[in-house]
C-alpha cells in the first residue's frame, strides 16, 4: 500500500499564493518521479510539473514563471510553490507519483479555489 498526502489548499484572492506539499513513503520518494495535477469541475486532469528524483523538473506552459515545483529529501516532501494565482487556477490539485514500469499512484487531492 502506498499514501500520498497532500496538504496546504484553501482560498486565496486573485494574485495571492499558497504553497502545497505532499508526503510521500521514501522508497516512492526516492526512486520515482513526483508531480502535481490538477483537475477542475468538466476538465481533463492535466499535468501541472513534475520533479525526478535527480531533481529533473518540467513545467507545463501555462505554470512556467509563476509555479515551482521542488523537493526536501530529509523530508520526503515534494511543493509547489504557486504565485499570481489567477481565478482559472481554482480546481483540485493532486499529488502523483509514477515509475517506467508502469507505476502509478494518487494522493486524495487538495481543493485550491482563487476567488476575491
Known amino acids: 500500500q502506498v499514501q500520498l498526502v497532500e496538504s496546504g489548499g484553501g482560498l486565496v484572492q486573485p494574485g495571492g499564493s499558497l504553497r502545497l506539499s505532499c508526503v510521500a513513503p521514501?522508497?516512492?520518494?526516492?526512486?520515482?518521479?513526483l508531480g502535481w495535477y490538477r483537475q477542475a469541475p468538466g476538465k481533463q486532469r492535466d499535468l501541472v510539473a513534475d520533479i525526478t528524483s535527480g531533481g529533473h523538473t518540467n513545467y507545463a506552459d501555462s505554470m512556467k514563471g509563476r509555479f515551482t515545483i521542488s523537493r526536501d529529501d530529509a523530508k520526503n516532501t515534494v511543493y509547489l510553490q504557486m504565485n499570481s494565482l489567477k481565478p482559472e487556477d481554482t480546481a483540485v490539485y493532486y499529488c502523483?507519483?509514477?515509475?517506467?514500469?508502469?507505476?502509478?499512484?494518487w494522493g486524495q487531492g487538495t481543493q485550491v479555489t482563487v476567488s476575491s
Open positions: 521514501p522508497i516512492i520518494f526516492d526512486f520515482y518521479t
Open positions: 502523483n507519483a509514477y515509475n517506467l514500469y508502469g507505476l502509478t499512484y
